[in-house]
């Protein structure tokens, strides 16, 4: 039985990091400024800790260290719902060219499946990662709850990232309607666009 959806969970995580940042800027702030913490001296009654020989500044270090592992153990602990099989022989990128800007123009397919059991996915927007996308999607990718979907996608992403008809290996990021991002590995061949060469008839 699941106790907390996904989204719960993260916002469950969000509020965690957002209190222990809220408490260390203050902390800090305090000691910088060579107060005596007497707020947080009240603790020592729940915390005996502060009463040993323990330094505060030790003690604040172990916590916040202890706090982001837990949070990279929270996180590591949750399981991706997109999953994409890849049509490996369409998926390419080439260099196009907007004016003197040049973008990668990236060719995704493959099957996408969105595993959660009760939840729509909306795809808003789709990049590689190390760029951004430097157009929209035509149209948003309406993933339905447990189903799965052949999509066939083209991308325009910025900067490019390697000399033309080289391979990318890397992840692709999807961003959904709660702005998650959620990666997929993928290997794309590197295409070089054919210049057309007009040659005049005049001799």
């Not at 957002?18 to 915390?47: P, Q």
């Not at 003690?59 to 996180?75: E, M, N, Q, S």
């Not at 602990?77 to 040049?102: D, F």
Request: glycine share 6%; charged share 20%; hydrophobic share 45%.
């Amino acid at each position: 039985m699941r106790l907390l959806t996904k989204e719960w969970k993260e916002r469950l995580e969000k509020i965690c990091i957002g209190v222990f940042t809220a408490i260390a800027v203050v902390v800090l702030g305090a000691l910088i400024k060579g107060d005596e913490l007497k707020g947080l001296s009240k603790l020592a009654a729940i915390l005996r800790i502060l009463n040993s020989g323990i330094p505060l500044w030790l003690f604040l270090i172990v916590l916040v260290a202890a706090t982001l592992g837990g949070v990279r153990w929270f996180k590591s602990g949750r399981r991706e719902i997109i999953h994409i099989q890849w049509k490996e022989e369409h998926c390419l990128w080439t260099v196009a060219h907007n004016g003197p800007t040049r973008w990668m123009q990236v060719m995704l397919s493959g099957f996408v499946t969105n595993s959660h059991p009760d939840l729509e996915l909306i795809i808003t927007s789709i990049y590689l990662e190390g760029t951004k996308p430097a157009l929209s999607l035509y149209e948003t990718i309406q993933l339905p709850a447990a189903h799965v979907c052949d999509e066939h996608l083209t991308l325009m992403v910025e900067p490019v990232l390697m000399p033309e008809g080289a391979p990318f290996r890397g992840n692709v990021i999807l961003v959904d309607q709660f702005q998650r991002k959620h990666k997929a590995y993928i290997e794309l061949k590197g295409h070089v666009a054919q210049s057309t060469v007009v040659q005049s008839d005049a001799k």
